[in-house]
């Protein structure tokens, strides 16, 4: 499964590079692509094979022509682009977002394991990173005790945030025009914007979004630690949006805009700018967080 999630977000990322290049454009070499890409030259080989059957690339050549730009429906679907890990992530959090869980309340790793479609040791894999830093304690019979966490435990995390935060956007400076991370921004541009048209209805897809930004941008940095505390911070930054529903709208509102000035912060490539737009982000972001949870205080 992990094999193939892998090709297919290979795939996918190519078609995003594409989209951006004029038919007769000619992409770059094997080598090339495997490390724009992440991934071994036989997957790279594959994609390729894939996409001249398609009709999207010329054949026989060692720097295959662009015939066509790609469409919406030779994209795989998301879900088939993620890892096992990336499914219970995304599948917890969306859990986080539609129940009210607090403190105290146990999470059985069987019963999660059924409902996300995957084996209980990649559930258990996926709690356990949780329960280093205090936030789920394990218990016998495959269950966890969620602990819940304080105002000093989210200053504490919005510390570490904002140094790997600030350090994964500077690199945006340093990036090549040609680098595939720029047409995943520009999707993920084109998807703010294309919520901020309809947020009236739609505003409680934000988080996702925001999930999603913050992601690639630690990505940037290809660093494990960076990967590792984005999940944590996921975790918190979905948690706390479920305890003030009074102002999620406006909020909601405030930082999608405030996403759209980071990005085109981000594709200015202004290292000023981009720390700029960071910082007031990241600050409006913890002031928010920590309002949530002020009122939770006895």
Not at 253 to 271: C, F, G, K, P, T
Request: glycine share 4%.
């Amino acid at each position: 499964m992990r094999t193939h999630a892998i090709y297919k977000r290979s795939y996918n990322r190519l078609l995003s590079v594409m989209i951006a290049s004029a038919p007769g454009s000619r992409l770059p070499g094997e080598s090339r692509l495997a490390r724009d890409l992440g991934v071994s030259r036989t997957t790279v080989r594959g994609v390729l094979a894939a996409m001249t059957r398609s009709g999207l690339l010329t054949c026989g050549t060692r720097r295959p022509a662009i015939l066509r730009r790609p469409e919406p429906a030779d994209f795989f679907p998301e879900i088939e682009t993620k890892s096992v890990r990336e499914i219970v992530e995304q599948r917890f959090m969306d859990m986080i977002q539609q129940r009210d869980i607090r403190p105290g309340q146990q999470i059985n790793t069987l019963e999660l394991a059924r409902q996300f479609g995957v084996s209980p040791a990649a559930v258990r894999e996926f709690l356990g990173d949780f329960s280093q830093c205090g936030l789920l304690e394990r218990r016998p019979e495959s269950s966890w005790v969620f602990l819940g966490f304080d105002a000093e435990f989210a200053r504490e995390l919005f510390e570490v945030r904002e140094l790997f935060e600030l350090a994964a956007a500077a690199r945006f400076a340093d990036l090549a025009a040609d680098d595939p991370v720029w047409p995943r921004l520009a999707e993920i541009e084109a998807r703010h914007r294309d919520l901020l048209g309809r947020f009236d209805s739609d505003w409680s897809e934000f988080p996702r979004l925001d999930d999603a930004l913050h992601k690639l941008i630690g990505s940037v940095a290809h660093n494990r630690f960076i990967d590792r505390f984005n999940a944590l911070r996921s975790l918190i930054f979905h948690y706390h949006y479920q305890w003030r529903k009074d102002d999620e709208k406006p909020r909601n509102l405030v930082a999608l805009n405030e996403h759209l000035a980071y990005i085109a912060a981000l594709q200015s490539r202004d290292r000023h700018r981009i720390r700029a737009a960071a910082i007031a982000h990241l600050h409006s972001a913890g002031s928010t967080l920590l309002a949530s949870i002020a009122p939770r205080k006895p």
